[in-house]
């Protein structure tokens, strides 16, 4: 049976292997693309598809590859009861028996959007009396803190201070196998393609808690529009080759695959968490004044952890924040084996880099580093709100070397983008107006010198991204023999100034060769 077809076309076609866009065609057959050319090549291949769509000025352009998710964490946010309209702690308390009761042999109460005003003493005691041996938990909105009652902190070992991902992985083991969960996936992929992604790096955490199954289900259903490479993430235990090397071998398909490990080493340069090279400032938050380091990271274990991950072929992330952080893992990395252009043999990567020494940027450039940046993080907070904070820290000087996604590129970096999803939702917009543009969310700029060009960030979300999931071959740009994954925006990009890009969205995702969402 012949391979449907289908044409784009559109005056504006980003390529990515120019900086400026055309005006062309991309030609698709089956799962593959045919052909991209200008327009005036195109009249064989329209007349000879099965349907054709002229985009007018949308810019056509490989699809987004987002190289940092976490769909445990966007799911722990819609599941569960909705707790939003309990106005009582006996409210909350019943919405929780209500969601057990339907949900017969969960192993955990679990709610969701739990007003703040209801957190403390009683509503803890109503979780006790109604829920004497079944662990309860209620998070916030954003989850950024919950109630749980006294079975829950004996079976999971977090607290409400402390309910951040990599603390709750107990209950990730409860909540994963849900009914719910399971069919969530699909909304997660919906949600994905709605922004124009069709590839990700998905971090997993120890062995996905059997959620690994579910995928291996969907790809052999064929109803993955997204591709997925998993990493884990050892919270649970050590970094386990074992697993790593089975899932490796399970996972070798079109749509799943399995790439080696991710792990954390500072935390917020803004709380005084991250690790620096130079001491943080005498007015910094109390605890880090006058310290490199308040919270010590485990870099004999990742050292250790990193020399076997290499040695077994798998792939490692580091996720820094401070530039001493990004620092010794650079020089971690030094030490490792390269391929025949000098670059990580293992594609190696660092994660996040909210501050760097631009000395550093060049060695892993020199490297072939991959750096995995947050292009939309200033869309967060106010200017003030975040450089206030920043300068009390780490003072005027040290700023300016933060979120320095020029420095990376003109090092010889791999840059590519992720969001950290849930903390941020893809959105190219957002990245051009924060990346391209410098500006925080009320408009104010910061270290505009820093920013990348319009090419460089589409790049960034493409080819590197393509780069990073060791796809290039088959990812990242628009080519003859390359897989189908196509996003069209809704405007021409190169036509919006940075300033106003922030309502720049998507019109159509292809993935594989199919349309999988159309505004």
């Known amino acids: ?31 593959r693309i045919e052909a991209v050319g200008p327009a005036a090549d195109s009249g064989p291949f329209v007349e000879s598809a099965d349907e054709v769509r002229d985009m007018g000025t949308r ?14 964490g966007w799911v722990l946010r819609r599941t569960g009861a909705d707790l939003s309209s309990a106005s009582t702690p006996a409210d909350a308390a019943d919405a929780l028996l209500a969601w057990t009761a339907a949900h017969e042999g969960a192993p955990v109460a679990l709610g969701r959007n739990l007003p703040e005003c209801l957190l403390g003493a009683d509503l803890d005691r109503a979780l006790d009396q109604v829920f004497t041996a079944t662990p309860a938990v209620a998070f916030t909105e954003g989850a950024g803190t919950c109630a ?106 079109p749509f799943v695959r399995f790439s080696g490990f991710n792990r954390m080493t500072d935390r917020g340069l803004w709380c005084g968490l991250a690790e620096m090279i130079e001491p943080y400032e005498e007015g910094a938050d109390a605890g880090a004044a006058g310290k490199t380091v308040v919270e010590e990271p485990e870099w004999d274990l ?40 000098g670059r990580l043999a293992r594609r190696h990567s660092i994660t996040d880099l909210e501050n760097s020494d631009p000395a550093d940027l060049e060695a892993f450039g020199s490297i072939g580093g991959i750096c995995e940046v947050y292009p939309q993080i200033l869309t967060l907070d106010a200017r003030e709100d975040c450089l206030s904070t920043m300068r009390r820290q780490i003072g005027e000087t040290r700023l300016e070397h933060s979120w320095n996604r020029r420095g990376m590129v003109d090092a010889g970096c791999i840059v590519c983008c992720g969001t950290d999803l849930p903390l941020l939702t893809p959105h190219l917009g957002d990245s051009i107006y924060s990346a391209c543009g410098g500006y925080f ?32 071959d088959e990812l990242g ?42 505004s």
């Open 1 to 31: 049976m012949p391979k449907r077809s289908l044409v784009l076309l559109s005056r504006s076609v980003f390529t990515g292997l120019d900086d400026h866009p055309m005006d062309g065609f991309v030609a698709i057959r089956g799962n």
């Open 59 to 72: 810019t056509i352009m490989a699809g987004l590859v987002d190289v940092h998710t976490f769909f445990t």
């Open 148 to 253: 749980l009652n006294a079975a829950a902190g004996e079976r999971y070992g977090f607290t409400p201070d402390a309910c951040y991902a990599e603390m709750i992985w107990r209950l990730m083991a409860d909540y994963l196998p849900l009914d719910e969960v399971r069919e969530a996936y699909g909304d997660y992929m919906r949600m994905l393609n709605s922004r124009g992604v069709t590839a990700i790096k998905e971090m997993c955490f120890d062995d996905y808690y059997g959620f690994a199954d579910e995928m291996a289900r969907r790809e052999a259903a064929g109803d993955l529009t997204v591709r997925v490479d998993m990493m884990s993430q050892p919270v649970g235990r050590g970094a386990d080759l074992a697993y790593a090397r089975t899932a490796r071998d399970r996972f070798q398909g």
């Open 302 to 341: 990742i050292a250790r952890e990193l020399a076997e991950v290499d040695a077994e072929g798998f792939r490692y992330s580091l996720h820094c924040q401070g530039d001493g952080a990004v620092r010794k893992t650079v020089a971690l990395y030094r030490d490792l084996p390269r391929d025949e252009r």
């Open 441 to 472: 969310a009320d408009g104010l700029p910061v270290n505009q010198g820093n920013t990348l060009t319009l090419a460089e960030l589409l790049r960034a979300w493409t080819l590197g991204g393509a780069y990073d999931l060791e796809r290039e």
């Open 477 to 518: 740009t628009l080519e003859p023999g390359k897989l189908a994954d196509v996003c069209v925006l809704d405007a021409d990009a190169f036509s919006v100034d940075p300033r106003d890009a922030r309502s720049l969205g998507v019109a159509l995702t292809v993935s594989d060769g199919r349309i999988v969402y159309e």
